[in-house]
């Protein structure tokens, strides 16, 4: 079992809603890195989607999500979330999570060293 897992995913129709959850076994790397969420469709580059800083650091987003999603933390639960609202069929890919030190550049993936196996979303219109 990784140290990052994520859990959330589903099918649902355009206009809906889904929350994503990313569980992180460990503490250092829970309070000590940035959570990223990212997206990938087959055969196309993973595209990094929000992230935050456990300790402070400021949330980002893409520009392709900027008031539909919200990710927001638990540090009771070790776990940074997700929320999905107004889904469209475009946003249908596999939702990795993934932690790094953190970073202005949060879009680039290479920068990330704990990643989770990934969560499937589909969005139907």
């Known amino acids: 079992q990784g140290q990052v897992q994520e859990s959330g995913g589903g099918s649902v129709q355009a206009g809906e809603s889904l929350r994503l959850s990313c569980t992180i076994s460990s503490g250092y790397i829970y309070s000590s890195r940035c959570v990223g969420w990212f997206r990938q469709v087959l055969g196309k580059e993973r595209e990094g989607v929000a992230a935050l800083g456990t300790s402070g650091w400021p949330s980002s987003y893409a520009d392709s999500v900027k008031g539909r999603f919200t990710i927001s933390q638990d540090d009771a639960k070790m776990t940074v979330y997700l929320q999905m609202n107004t889904l469209k069929p475009e946003d249908t890919a596999m939702y990795y999570c993934?932690?790094?030190?953190?970073?202005?550049?949060?879009?680039?993936?290479?920068?990330?060293?704990?990643w989770g196996q990934g969560t499937q979303v589909t969005v139907s219109s």
């Open positions: 993934a932690a790094r030190v953190c970073s202005n550049n949060w879009r680039l993936a290479s920068g990330y060293t704990n």
